[in-house]
DNA sequence: CATCTTATTGACACATTACCACTAAGTCGC
DNA sequence: GCGACTTAGTGGTAATGTGTCAATAAGATG
């Protein structure tokens, strides 16, 4: 059945690191329609609140996560009569980006319905168009990452340089060169050391780093 | 006052090149709101018809427009409860691209309303947000080019390659180099010659170029 | 045929990158 | 204490890509 106005919804791809691996944040719907299936959180606009689609995306992270309010952007926008059975729908992507320590608060022990789910295989049943929603996120954060816009938001506000190549191997799925990753770096003034702060461990001590004043991961609107 | 739906709609930012300047489609608005500034063709989204939110895009451009469906490519999606005083709204914004032969069909002599306004210096009155859209959808447009991924969409079927580099130009906004623009073009394999196929004119013949088979603007969904 | 204009190719310095090797600084086991 | 081990961080060289300028090619024009 066709309806007069289209439903209008916020989807977000929520990523992580965790083991070396990109992931990204999947609930499991009680409700038909597609019970069972794995889906991204999402929300419907309510005009009377949201200020935008941000907005909105905001709100249904906060409905499942008890974090800070990540890093948000707008990927591209689904629309067609039939990707929901319950009518004409347009639904806005987000993704955002969570830094791993952060990430056991989202999915915490007791929630069997929550999963971040290894990007590279996704094995659960994909609710929806979620599943080309996911790869498209994706895409469009391997991207910036190509184009040394780093996900400094994946990390937490000290790191080191090499977990910082870690996180981009895992968003890639490819291994970077140190010595290439690291002149790439410097020549960018991105980063700025913490003095006199290390990671200590069974090796050689790393500097800590922190993103430089002025950091923008979202550099395309100028 | 709120609404309890929002208004959808589609906007396309239509680009082409004209005397060497990039240039976009704006037309004068009759009606109230905003009535006699100059907005980016748009339609609102009818879901009785619309297969997706790029059907209704071309559905915009063709009530304005005698021409062949252009690319189509989705930029961003703009919302909130101000944009429009007729209530809420989410535009979901295109851009497209138009070879500057068939430009003429669109801004026909009679047509006061209808301008190919030069997006360098933008003099009109500009409706809504549409100066914010036309500048998000130029740089979107650029950062295309700058990767080298050519907008062939702007010329005829067959071009030589100066009239593909002063085309990239108008795009960017600055001179390239000549022998640098030709030797990244043969390392792409994006082109080629049209055997036998000559510009001619008051000098050397040029050779005719054509889109490799296969060729594919909208790299990024992959 | 000399001249003018644009097309097309070439040469070279310079910057960037990939790839591999090296040194540095800590812990651990003995 | 000392050598083995592990990771941090730096260098070096060959290959590749780029910016700049110049040279040559192929027409029209007078």
Known sequence: MK??????AADVALFTVIDEALRVLLLQRDNEPQAGAWALPGA?????????LEHTARR??????????PHLEQVSVFSGP??????YSVGVLFYALLPA?????????????VAWSNV????????????????????????KVERLILPLHLLSEKFTLTQLQRVCEAVMGTRLDKSSFRRRLRSEQALVEVPGDFEVGANRPAQFYRAARGFRFDIDIE
Chains 1, 2 share one sequence.
């Open 3 to 8: 309806e007069l106005f289209p439903i209008v």
């Open 44 to 52: 419907l606009l309510k005009p009377e609140t949201d200020l935008s």
């Open 60 to 69: 249904a992270l906060a409905a499942k996560t008890r974090v800070e309010i």
């Open 82 to 87: 039939e990707r929901d059975p319950r009518g």
């Open 101 to 113: 320590d952060q990430a056991p608060a989202v999915a915490g022990a007791k929630a069997a319905d």
């Open 120 to 143: 590279a295989h996704l094995k659960r049943p994909i609710a929806f168009d979620h599943r080309e929603m996911i790869a498209l996120a994706t895409t469009r954060l391997r991207q």
